[in-house]
């Protein structure tokens, strides 16, 4: 840091020159051309190949360091280098939702005078995991450090990991049943929590004795502070061989050719224009204990979204017309949009690994204030943010397809991604200590289809491109609970020419220990978060939990008799009712109840991915095979997809392509003697609208969006031809 009191303000001055000059030029700081590039393109690629090498390497390092199974079995941690204001240069693969989260965080500091107070020195290390400054939801606890070369700031070295506990209302840390700020757990806002490359002690015990399980949360700060320092001496190295005037130029033209280049990606794979689409998230919490009457009981969220794309390739995404923010933990924030929409264009226009901060300057949110994309008020809770999140960008997913389709690049759709429900827990340990974890297996759900192929199969989410169930044994290690089962959810995938990919299910018994919280989060009940496209159906959601309490499955075992290990495919009965005897529980939606002890058996389910193109279309043999395989039932493949299976002589399924032609064509024939003019069913739909003939929560939702927004009921009245105010908010004023 300089001395002079004047330069307390050097590093905010550039920040807000270097936006100055991107609002009056167009250009990232001003950079109109590509200098550096032009003069020795060569040089200029092998630079930004190093430093991407980098932050690999500096991550997989730390995930070597890192005891945490969230970080070194599921890979949920990133690592950026960044501008000296806070730009991101390069970054590493992982959780890319969390670079440009990182970069409102460092402009925060800048813009609050972190340079005069607390200030910012060589060694320094700064961390923080409030959304309303800039990561997702408190669990995402990101740390940077300075990167200062002959006494100049000249960038910063960020990392990012999620921990799995952060002392919240409930364990775990995606705090479902939070429904404030203040029930979350540990915030480190913008805090500076190291000196001279060293952790503070007195931060470390701040994290003893405000968490569950503090220990990965502290062996995570020291492999993300390692990584950071790694990636501050490999920058200074390079500073030394190729000069700071030239590193300082070249950081920036990097992210203006990231800018560039997102532009024309998007003007090459993509058709100018305006594009709408729509979602929906249900929560049923009625009658469940920790719910407090701050919230209403069930929510109904309608996610409306309109994508324009300019004809200089911008994109632009706007959120006019979605619901009200609430006393849930579901809200998100500006920073954690911008997180959505980072990692989206990273695996599907940005894939080869150059992306940057330029990408993210190619397009715009629009973030209508006071809804739950952008509270106005920062008490509020975000723990669950990705409820509403993951839905949201799967739209964004689709509607970026529609585009790539309609300009002839069909290999590039991708119905895209789905809620991913996740499963916490904290107690007593198997080792009788407190403990709290969240269960990362969550991160191997089903994608989307794709226009040329099926989806993937328990191996996608949204959040972390490169996803990864872990290891049962090291989960088993981590909590009171013992896998007896784990198997693919048939039919979980939605239907279509190439079918979504298939969630999975797994049953545990819990063990060694009297007393076992089990909470969950992000599940959507009684409507579809995701879509399918061109005909797909959506995959189904709402997904139960099942539980034994007091089960015989000890005895059972003790006999050697026949163990429930999933649900099975009886939607009447289930596996665990045929095989265990015991307290049977059958739960919709988020799971909170009263503690589990040893013996309880206990299932959860994941989400599959929504279909592509006509069912009638899907190819009999390769149906035969996924009955053959448990993705889907035989009565699935007959009365969905049309198709008719035999058995072979070994007892293997077998299309009966010409039975499958006859009922194809009974099943066209039903859906033209069905069908109806679209004006007909639209007549029909606006005597419901008028008569507001929809259930409460339906209602309350539309109420609610109408209230916030005015250009929602301007165009839903004109739509329906209705005046929508005086239909869901009767006695309001005009």
């Given amino acids: 840091m300089l001395d002079k009191p004047a330069s307390a303000l050097r590093i905010r001055e550039r920040l807000i020159e270097s936006e100055r000059l991107m609002e009056e030029t167009g250009c990232y700081d001003g950079i109109t051309e590509l200098s550096l590039r032009n003069q020795d393109p060569l040089k200029f690629e092998t630079l930004h190949t190093k430093l991407r090498a980098y932050c690999v390497s500096a991550r997989e390092m730390a995930r070597r360091i890192s005891a945490s199974p969230g970080v070194r079995e599921v890979g949920e941690m990133v690592v950026a280098i960044y501008t000296p204001e806070g730009d991101a240069i390069a970054l590493s693969n992982g959780i890319m939702v969390h670079v440009h989260t990182m970069s409102r965080f460092i402009k925060w500091m800048i813009r609050q005078g972190y340079e005069e107070n607390p200030c910012i020195r060589d060694g320094d290390i700064f961390a923080n995991n409030d959304a309303f400054i800039g990561t997702v939801q408190v669990p995402d606890v990101m740390d940077v450090v300075p990167i200062f070369h002959s006494g100049k700031l000249v960038g910063w070295a960020g990392a990012v990991c999620h921990e799995l506990e952060a002392g919240g209302i409930t364990p775990g840390g995606d705090v479902a049943l939070a429904q404030e700020r203040f029930t979350e757990g540990l915030f480190v806002c913008a805090e500076k929590i190291g000196e001279n490359d060293e952790i503070r002690r007195d931060y470390v015990i701040r994290c003893e004795r405000n968490l569950r399980m503090p220990i990965y949360w502290v062996l995570d700060e020291k492999a993300k502070v390692a990584s950071c320092i790694d990636m501050r001496e490999s920058v200074k190295a390079l500073i030394d061989e190729i000069g700071l005037d030239y590193w300082i130029k070249v950081s920036k033209e990097f992210i203006e050719e990231g800018r560039r280049a997102q532009l024309a990606r998007t003007r090459q794979l993509t058709v100018p224009g305006i594009y709408r689409g729509h979602t929906f998230y249900g929560h049923v919490t009625a009658g469940k204990p920790g719910y407090q009457p701050l919230g209403d009981p069930d929510w109904l969220y309608n996610i409306p979204i309109e994508m324009e794309i300019t004809t200089d390739g911008k994109i632009i995404m706007d959120f006019e017309g979605t619901q009200p923010w609430g006393y849930h933990s579901m809200n998100c924030t500006p920073a954690g949009m911008d997180g959505g929409m980072f990692v989206t264009l990273t695996q599907h226009m940005n894939f080869e690994g150059l992306v940057n901060d330029g990408a993210w300057?190619?397009?715009?949110?629009?973030?209508?204030?006071?809804?739950?994309?952008?509270?106005?008020?920062?008490?509020?809770?975000?723990?669950?943010?990705?409820?509403?999140?993951?839905?949201?960008?799967?739209?964004?997913?689709?509607?970026?397809?529609?585009?790539?389709?309609?300009?002839?690049?069909?290999?590039?759709?991708?119905?895209?991604?789905?809620?991913?429900?996740?499963?916490?827990?904290?107690?007593?340990?198997?080792?009788?200590?407190?403990?709290?974890?969240?269960?990362?297996?969550?991160?191997?759900?089903?994608?989307?289809?794709?226009?040329?192929?099926?989806?993937?199969?328990?191996?996608?989410?949204?959040?972390?491109?490169?996803?990864?169930?872990?290891?049962?044994?090291?989960?088993?290690?981590?909590?009171?609970?013992?896998?007896?089962?784990?198997?693919?959810?048939?039919?979980?995938?939605?239907?279509?020419?190439?079918?979504?990919?298939?969630?999975?299910?797994?049953?545990?018994?819990?063990?060694?220990?009297?007393?076992?919280?089990?909470?969950?989060?992000?599940?959507?009940?009684?409507?579809?978060?995701?879509?399918?496209?061109?005909?797909?159906?959506?995959?189904?959601?709402?997904?139960?939990?099942?539980?034994?309490?007091?089960?015989?499955?000890?005895?059972?075992?003790?006999?050697?008799?026949?163990?429930?290990?999933?649900?099975?495919?009886?939607?009447?009965?289930?596996?665990?009712?045929?095989?265990?005897?015991?307290?049977?529980?059958?739960?919709?939606?988020?799971?909170?109840?009263?503690?589990?002890?040893?013996?309880?058996?206990?299932?959860?389910?994941?989400?599959?991915?929504?279909?592509?193109?006509?069912?009638?279309?899907?190819?009999?043999?390769?149906?035969?095979?996924?009955?053959?395989?448990?993705?889907?039932?035989?009565?699935?493949?007959?009365?969905?997809?049309?198709?008719?299976?035999?058995?072979?002589?070994?007892?293997?399924?077998?299309?009966?392509?010409?039975?499958?032609?006859?009922?194809?064509?009974?099943?066209?024939?039903?859906?033209?003697?069905?069908?109806?003019?679209?004006?007909?069913?639209?007549?029909?739909?606006?005597?419901?609208?008028?008569?507001?003939?929809?259930?409460?929560?339906?209602?309350?939702?539309?109420?609610?969006?109408?209230?916030?927004?005015?250009?929602?009921?301007?165009?839903?009245?004109?739509?329906?031809?209705?005046?929508?105010?005086?239909?869901?908010?009767?006695?309001?004023?005009?």
């Fill in 361 to 734: 300057m190619a397009t715009e949110l629009k973030l209508p204030h006071g809804t739950w994309t952008n509270p106005d008020n920062e008490m509020v809770a975000t723990a669950t943010s990705w409820a509403l999140l993951l839905p949201a960008y799967g739209v964004f997913q689709r509607l970026l397809s529609r585009s790539f389709i309609g300009r002839g690049f069909v290999e590039e759709a991708f119905v895209g991604q789905v809620n991913s429900p996740m499963i916490e827990m904290g107690g007593t340990s198997q080792y009788g200590k407190l403990f709290g974890m969240a269960h990362f297996e969550c991160a191997a759900a089903g994608s989307g289809a794709l226009a040329i192929k099926d989806g993937l199969d328990t191996a996608y989410v949204g959040w972390n491109p490169e996803s990864d169930m872990g290891n049962i044994e090291i989960w088993e290690q981590n909590m009171p609970m013992v896998y007896i089962g784990r198997s693919i959810v048939p039919n979980s995938g939605g239907a279509g020419k190439y079918r979504g990919g298939c969630s999975f299910l797994s049953t545990w018994l819990v063990s060694k220990t009297d007393h076992l919280r089990l909470v969950t989060s992000e599940h959507s009940s009684r409507v579809f978060d995701n879509g399918g496209m061109c005909g797909g159906y959506p995959a189904p959601t709402c997904q139960k939990h099942r539980a034994v309490r007091n089960s015989n499955i000890f005895e059972l075992a003790e006999k050697r008799a026949p163990l429930a290990h999933h649900t099975g495919t009886n939607p009447h009965r289930s596996e665990l009712e045929l095989r265990l005897q015991g307290e049977h529980v059958t739960m919709e939606g988020p799971y909170i109840t009263a503690p589990h002890k040893t013996g309880d058996v206990f299932t959860h389910s994941y989400n599959g991915g929504g279909g592509y193109g006509d069912v009638l279309e899907r190819d009999p043999l390769k149906t035969a095979l996924d009955v053959e395989n448990g993705y889907l039932t035989k009565e699935a493949a007959e009365g969905i997809f049309g198709i008719i299976l035999d058995e072979d002589g070994d007892g293997y399924p077998v299309a009966n392509i010409e039975a499958t032609k006859r009922h194809r064509a009974e099943m066209r024939a039903r859906r033209l003697a069905e069908a109806k003019p679209v004006s007909e069913w639209i007549a029909t739909e606006r005597g419901r609208v008028e008569k507001a003939d929809f259930a409460p929560e339906v209602k309350k939702m539309y109420a609610s969006a109408i209230k916030l927004s005015s250009r929602f009921t301007r165009e839903f009245s004109d739509f329906w031809n209705v005046d929508a105010k005086s239909i869901f908010m009767p006695g309001a004023k005009p």
